[in-house]
């Protein structure tokens, strides 16, 4: 008989949940994931308690014994194809009962650490179109739409250089903000017949919190209140620096009027 | 407005959610599950919005419909809810209400701050409230449906935790 080695648990099952954490997974998800992953290691009564920045695990062992373990959580992106792969994890941990060979599931959770993201350029042409297609949604003109096309493309280049640094996130949707409305209105101050209010809002909608907003409230609906309020200050921050930024084009247009 | 209106909206919608959906690395199936779901929801707030219907109610009828069918599809892929959850609702989402009312406010015109933030802030409430009510009736139905065992399904050795059994 193989003996369960405690610190091997503790290790996968804080890896499963901030793999969930950190690809815009709900709380309670990760919860579920951590508490099915031990249970199915050979974990007694494991329990574990996420927030947005923290997951943490606790569990007896076969002596009685407590054991426990924390991870901070620094980084959160969004990445759905992740999420589908620990989800489809868990499902098959919880369906099997127990196992005891813990280096198939840290195999399989390196690899979906590896999982690649779909190329750079495809994603820049996504995002630009994605700004296309909401302008004309939003009541613009095909010319509105290509000004949006272009300043997407050119936001989403940048925030793309801007992820590898260590900008905080509300810093990063206060320059977001700044950059739309300052060549939003850049374009605008030309003789183009472009709708400048249109292709803001139209670029704008790239860098909304929608996932923070949907978490927010399928936390809330789970009873996680803590974790739910979290995240719903997380869109309250993101849409604030979102605004607060888009002072700037107003400013900037303000100021060369003034020396006009 | 008319039907080839209503048609394009669908179609401005639908490649504005698939486009959303490939940022967040989706996959390719899901991309397209998830922008028929922007594109149903757009559909129906456009579609209660030009019945002359109030504008909250039409927030409300989209983002119910759309977190509606993506738990439906959550359940019958085995995926999380929030893969088509997320382009679905994202059309509905109040961007551009909050951006005018922030320029608004900048430009010391206080009267239209007041409405479009308003106007944002129903729109949030409503669209919150859709996705509440069809995310926690979701819940409610699988969890009866998932606590009657098969037949000859193998019941787990290990606890399976009811809030209700806590304290007991």
């Not at chain 2, 926690?136 to 969890?143: K, L």
Request: proline share 4%; charged share 15%.
């Amino acid at each position: 008989m193989n003996r369960i080695n405690y610190d091997d648990i503790q290790q996968i099952t804080v890896d499963a949940g901030a793999l969930v954490l950190e690809n815009g997974g709900e709380t309670y998800r990760s919860e579920d994931t951590v508490v099915h992953t031990a249970l199915s290691l050979g974990a007694e009564e494991p329990s574990s308690f996420v927030t947005p920045t923290v997951v943490m695990v606790s569990f007896r062992d076969n002596d009685g014994a407590h054991h426990s373990c924390f991870r901070r959580i620094y980084r959160r992106g969004i990445n759905l194809r992740k999420l589908v792969m620990i989800n489809n994890l868990s499902r098959s941990l919880e369906r099997r009962g127990r196992i005891s060979d813990t280096r198939m599931i840290e195999h399989r959770i390196a690899r979906i650490n590896n999982t690649p993201d779909y190329p750079g350029p495809f994603i820049v042409a996504a995002a630009a179109l994605n700004s296309f297609f909401f302008t004309l949604l939003f009541g613009g003109s095909f010319s509105d739409a290509l000004c949006a096309f272009v300043i997407g493309a050119v936001l989403r280049l940048i925030l793309r250089f801007l992820d590898k640094s260590i900008l905080n996130s509300f810093f990063i949707s206060l320059l977001s903000g700044s950059i739309i409305s300052v060549l939003a209105d850049c374009i605008g101050l030309t003789a183009l017949p472009v709708h400048t209010s249109v292709v803001m809002i139209g670029v704008l909608m790239q860098v909304v919190p929608g996932l923070a907003l949907v978490n927010s409230i399928r936390d809330i609906i789970a009873g996680d209140f803590m974790a739910g309020s979290a995240r719903l200050m997380d869109v309250l921050m993101t849409a604030l620096g979102l605004s607060v930024g888009s002072a700037a084009g107003v400013l900037l247009t303000g100021a060369i009027q003034g020396l006009l | 407005m008319t039907m080839i209106q209503l048609a394009a909206a669908g179609l401005w919608s639908f490649g504005a959610s698939a486009c959303c959906a490939v940022c967040f690395n989706a996959e390719k199936k899901d991309i397209i599950l998830g922008a028929v779901l922007g594109a149903a929801g757009w559909v129906i707030y456009a579609a209660f919005k030009a019945g002359g219907g109030a504008e909250a109610l039409g927030y409300f009828a989209g983002a119910f419909a759309a977190a509606g069918f993506s738990e439906f599809l959550a359940v019958l892929l085995h995926r999380p809810a929030t893969v088509y959850l997320v382009p679905g609702i994202i059309p509905l989402v109040p961007g551009g209400g909050i951006f005018y009312m922030m320029r608004a406010v900048v430009k010391g015109e206080f009267p239209e701050a007041l409405s479009a933030g308003y106007g944002a802030l129903t729109a949030a409430v409503a669209i919150a409230l859709g996705i509440a009510i069809a995310s926690s009736t979701a819940r409610i139905i699988t969890a009866a449906v998932k606590r009657r065992p098969h037949k000859g399904e193998k019941i787990p050795d290990h606890p399976v935790y009811f809030p209700d059994d806590i304290g007991n």
